[in-house]
């Protein structure tokens, strides 16, 4: 059998028929140690968690739940897109969607590199709320901006390869999955927003918006 992590970027489907025909549950671990940490990255940033908790811990704390936290996510998303497929006629089984998902992540690989090389450029100020006027230098800001663009291919690419994996398991067409994805998309949101507001009015607090390192390109004129 030909390298599945080398394959899956141009022959998602071809690889995916192999990896079920083999075992649906193939390299799943690591696949869900490498979707959590950059999961887990993100929204240690998002939530500037770095003003509480040193970089140090927060790449540890990445690490030690990056397996864990995707494989929940991996198991409850697959679960939701199984649901709903069967609604379409979907013919694989739970595992199957599973591995479809899974395997889309393996471009995530990269996007740990590029989270190293941004701790590696802001330092604690990636995870830190920073002044709101406080700018980028011309270099910062180039370098950003080109692994904000290698971060955006990356998930496309994702997108095309888990579209793909999914329509040859679940054993019917692009459209029909596209419509797949969509509706467990609308229904998982839905769930997690009534489940985000009742959180919210329970806690009676007000989330503040974060300024870090990796948002303050705005200031310079650019965009997430």
Request: proline share 2%; charged share 5%.
């Amino acid at each position: 059998m030909q390298n599945p992590w080398v394959t899956i970027w141009t022959e998602p489907r071809m690889t995916i028929q192999r990896v079920i025909a083999e075992n649906p549950n193939k390299c799943l671990w690591w696949l869900a140690s490498i979707y959590g940490f950059s999961s887990l990255l993100n929204s240690f940033q998002s939530m500037a968690l770095g003003d509480q908790v040193g970089i140090v811990g927060l790449l540890g704390l990445a690490i030690v739940l990056s397996w864990i936290w995707g494989y929940v996510i991996f198991s409850v998303w697959s679960w939701v897109v199984y649901g709903i497929g069967k609604i379409f006629r979907g013919k694989g089984t739970f595992q199957q969607v599973r591995a479809a998902y899974a395997w889309s992540c393996v471009p995530l690989l990269f996007n740990c590199a590029l989270w190293i090389f941004l701790i590696v450029l802001f330092g604690p100020a990636l995870f830190s709320n920073v002044a709101q006027d406080q700018l980028l230098t011309n270099g910062q800001s180039t370098l950003l901006f080109v692994v904000l663009i290698a971060k955006v291919i990356l998930a496309i690419w994702a997108l095309v390869i888990y579209l793909n994996a999914l329509s040859e398991v679940q054993q019917y067409s692009i459209l029909r999955t596209i419509g797949n994805v969509l509706v467990a998309g609308l229904l998982a949101g839905f769930v997690l927003g009534l489940v985000w507001n009742f959180s919210i009015q329970m806690v009676g607090s007000t989330i503040e918006t974060s300024n870090t390192a990796f948002q303050i390109i705005k200031s310079c004129g650019g965009s997430l």
